[in-house]
């Protein structure tokens, strides 16, 4: 089809999470992962909305975190379906009215009209939502004009409490979502959303690679789809057969109960620093990687293209921290956190889990590694007795 007219998105601005338990959130995102909580709700926002948030920042990563207070929030019916996870993605636009025509003419579902609010400096502040394919996740699109009063109804803290970001997030990378069937979102997507396909892969694991008589094993199909303008990406999976069941994006949906947000990736500057001070200040756990994975990483790299890395291999090996590139010198280095559900100890928590990456050159999506993720995931759930 031809090349759909931008909706003018300048950024992913922040992430909207609807938990069971704010403290608990809190902990983890201050004492945790060294991020600022920056602005709670107002007293008058808990009782309209029913629900108490707060919004906490790492760079330019901001996730606005609620947890209901009695019934009918929206946070409270979204919780209702799913453990803990990401309920809305609100994006920066250049012309909010711009945007709404545009959805309007393609076909887009709205959740509400353009709501418009000014602070006590003069600010404006204009914003509308839509419903997506994302499960029960929806899309937010916001226009600020010298507005800085953060969100309406939300108190600024005088200084910003907890952490002081000393991992060195950055931004958000892109946003991992998990479908049954993921074509309906890629015509929405495209056509609604106007975003382009930026890459694609699809592999099982070794369990079915091999040809051996195995009773499972895990695969997936994945197409990233992006806004040019903006860079915002969105990366998107279905699982493949055979084992279709046993796919890990097929448990994901079946503990999610529903589509939704698998996992945000996460920039940083200096990754082995990050992951080394993780484990070792906070106690963040990650997905394990195979002795086998470094053993042939050296080939790897070479067969990649990539050539020569700048790392140590024995420092990876250390922090289990993954590479993948397909040209010289041109690579990127990746980890992921383990799930909720498992830092918490908690299966409300949900499988919802991060990602850590730095770029170095590289633009894509770590496809060589997806299937060391899936094989550790496996190795996680044999051990726990799910499959």
């Known amino acids: 089809m031809a090349k ?9 601005e922040s992430i909207h999470w609807y938990v069971h338990d704010l403290e608990r959130s809190r902990q983890f995102y201050t004492k945790g992962l060294d991020f600022a909580e920056v602005a709670v709700s107002g007293p008058e926002l808990d009782a309209h909305g029913k629900q108490k948030s707060a919004l906490f920042q790492a760079g330019d990563v901001a996730l606005v975190v609620s947890q209901p207070v009695g ?3 929206r946070a409270w ?10 309920g809305t993605l609100n994006f920066e636009v250049e012309d ?8 309007d003419s393609r076909g887009a579902t709205f959740i509400t009209d353009i709501q418009r609010f000014k602070d006590e400096g003069g600010g404006t502040l204009a914003f509308f939502s839509i419903t997506t394919p994302f499960g029960d996740t929806t899309f937010r699109f916001l226009q600020r004009d010298n507005y800085k009063s953060i969100y309406p109804g939300f108190q600024v803290h005088a200084q910003p409490r907890g952490g002081q970001n000393k991992y060195g997030f950055d931004r958000v990378d892109h946003v991992t979502s998990n479908f049954q069937t993921m074509k309906p979102m890629l015509l929405w997507m495209e056509h ?11 592999f099982h694991t070794d369990d079915v690679a091999s040809q051996q008589k195995r009773d499972h094993g895990s695969g997936l199909k994945s197409e990233v789809m992006w806004d040019p303008k ?8 279905e699982p493949k057969f055979p084992f279709f069941k046993a796919s890990q994006i097929n448990i994901f949906n079946e503990d999610h109960r529903g589509d939704g947000v698998q996992h945000l990736a996460i920039t940083v500057k200096d990754i082995l620093t990050s992951v080394k001070d993780m484990r ?3 106690g963040i756990q990650f997905m394990p990687t195979p002795g086998s994975y470094y053993d042939a990483l050296p080939e790897r790299i070479q067969r990649m293209g990539i050539k020569k890395i700048d790392e140590d291999i024995n420092v990876l090996r250390d922090l289990e921290v993954l590479i993948d590139g397909d040209k010289e010198r041109s690579y990127m280095l990746q980890i992921f956190m383990k799930d909720a559900a498992s830092l918490y100890k908690q299966p409300d928590a949900g499988p919802f889990f991060y990602e850590i990456i730095q770029r170095k050159g590289d633009q894509g999506f770590g496809g060589g590694n997806f299937r060391a993720l899936f094989e550790s995931i496996e190795r996680a759930q044999k051990a726990e007795g799910r499959i």
């Not at 019916?77 to 799913?82: I, S, T, V």
């Not at 609604?192 to 699809?202: A, D």
């Not at 903006?230 to 999976?237: H, P």
Request: aromatic share 12%.
């Open 230 to 237: 903006s860079g915002v990406k969105f990366a998107n999976n």
């Open 77 to 86: 019916r979204y919780l209702r379906k799913h453990p803990d996870g990401v």
């Open 280 to 282: 070792q200040n906070a």
């Open 192 to 202: 609604v959303m106007g975003f382009e396909k930026f890459w694609h892969i699809e």
């Open 4 to 12: 759909q007219e931008s909706l003018g998105i300048k950024t992913l």
């Open 71 to 73: 019934e009918g929030g």
């Open 96 to 103: 909010v009215e711009k945007a709404f025509k545009l959805l």
